[in-house]
Nanobody
């Protein structure tokens, strides 16, 4: 099985920065997509940034120019650098991996990000 463990969340003032990490373990061979999603009490879970097939990167319009997704394949770790944070970025951030071989998605437990105004 695949396990995802996020870390790096916290409380930050508006305009500040945070860096989230997601360590991936288990059998992830084969084609898959991996990225970050978020969910707040007011909204459904939404895509933030994701590595898609062929290495393409997709960002939500609301975070373009402020967030950067990256990965360290040697350490099986996914990152999300978040700059110029806004109160509306407050949410639980989840790491998600979708395995085409297994035909299913795997989620981490989430990490809370709170941006104060």
């Amino acid at each position: 099985q695949v396990q995802l463990v996020e870390s790096g969340g916290g409380v930050v003032q508006a305009g500040g920065s945070l860096r989230l990490s997601c360590v991936v373990s288990g059998r992830t061979s084969g084609i898959h997509t991996i990225g970050w999603y978020r969910q707040s009490p007011e909204n459904e879970r939404e895509l933030v940034a994701e590595f898609q097939d062929g290495g393409r990167v997709l960002y939500a319009d609301s975070v373009k120019g402020r967030f950067t997704i990256s990965r360290d394949n040697a350490k099986n770790t996914l990152f999300l650098q978040m700059n110029s944070l806004k109160p509306e970025d407050t949410a639980v951030y989840y790491c998600k991996l979708y395995s085409w071989n297994l035909g299913r998605a795997f989620w981490g437990q989430g990490t809370q990000v709170t941006v104060s105004s």
